[in-house]
């Protein structure tokens, strides 16, 4: 499977679920890549750092890629059963040509509006991907917006539940499942970890599981 996680937004927390992506694809036994299309290559640091500092967990290689990655990743697929692609907080040609070689795309994003606003270009260029797909005899990118960084408050599901509802009408799906900011998200990753690695937090644990199993399994609920 090939994933691509990206958004225009910056701060979403794309480079956090892609790592979490590719460590949980990584359990189901199937070699594993993490390809960093990012400038920043906090991916790249983050598989260079699992590598030194948590050699017992699952194994992540990582890659570095710019530009059209059509002919790079294709060059993966036949080493690994998995390819989780972070593409960065820009509109790239990284993430535009990472949209016509890869079988999801996961769009974290935040319920915010202005973030919201963001996603109508997203929407845009998966259209128009979509369009080259299906002139090319591919079959559509799945594309699922997640929200990321919410608050764990009754209340604030209905500032979910707005947001899908704006989002879906971009044309977009949305997961059913959303990420609750937790600071063990962030404290995990350090030195190459994830919330798997460990049983410091189950409430974290599960939620990343739940959602990532939502979005990667092979057939897509209606």
Known sequence: MIVLVGNEKGGVGKSTIAAHAAVRLAMTGKSTILVDADPQATSWAWAEARKRFQPSTEKVDTTKMTGDIRSGIQDLVESYGHIVIDCGGTDSPASRSGMLVADRLIIPSKVARR???VLINVSALVLAANE?????GQKPLLARVVFNMTRALPNFWARIDAASKVVESMG???????IVDRVSYDD???QGGTVFDSNRDLKASDEMDRVLQSLLRKIQPE
């Open 132 to 136: 080259k797909r299906e002139n090319s």
């Open 188 to 190: 995990s990753q350090y």
């Open 115 to 117: 973030d919201l606003e």
């Open 172 to 178: 977009l799906g949305v997961s059913k499942y959303a």
